[in-house]
């Protein structure tokens, strides 16, 4: 059984910072691909930012020079740096990850439960 496991949301006003982490657990045997997505009411859910195995990153154009997407391949974790947060990042924001667990044959599609993010403006 894999599930992954978001923490760090949270209530802060315009301008403000806050991290999010993603911790993977269970049968793992490789983890590739991890992602950030986010989901305002109302809206789609899009995704935020995403990170490979080898550290090469990609961010939607909103978020770029306010948000970092990093990870540690040893804990299977994965974080999101936020600042300069606006009231347009309030969201429910959801960690994703391609994962091949023991035993598997092919690299399926995790997703963690969301995190409230709320900006205050």
């Known amino acids: 059984q894999v599930q992954l496991v978001e923490s760090g949301g949270g209530l802060v006003q315009a301008g403000g910072s806050l991290s999010l982490s993603c911790a993977a657990s269970?049968?793992?045997?490789?983890?590739?691909?991890m992602s950030w997505y986010r989901q305002a009411p109302g809206k789609q859910r899009e995704l935020v930012a995403a990170?490979?195995?080898?550290?090469?990153?990609v961010y939607m154009d909103p978020v770029k020079g306010r948000f970092t997407i990093s990870r540690d391949n040893a804990k299977n974790t994965m974080y999101l740096q936020m600042r300069s947060l606006k009231p347009e990042d309030t969201a429910v924001y959801f960690c994703?990850?391609?994962?091949?667990?023991?035993?598997?044959?092919?690299?399926?599609?995790?997703w963690g439960q969301g995190t409230q993010v709320t900006v205050s403006s």
């Open positions: 990170i490979k195995t080898s550290g090469q990153t």
């Open positions: 994703n990850a391609d994962i091949l667990a023991f035993g598997g044959s092919k690299y399926d599609d995790y």
């Open positions: 269970g049968s793992i045997f490789s983890v590739d691909v």
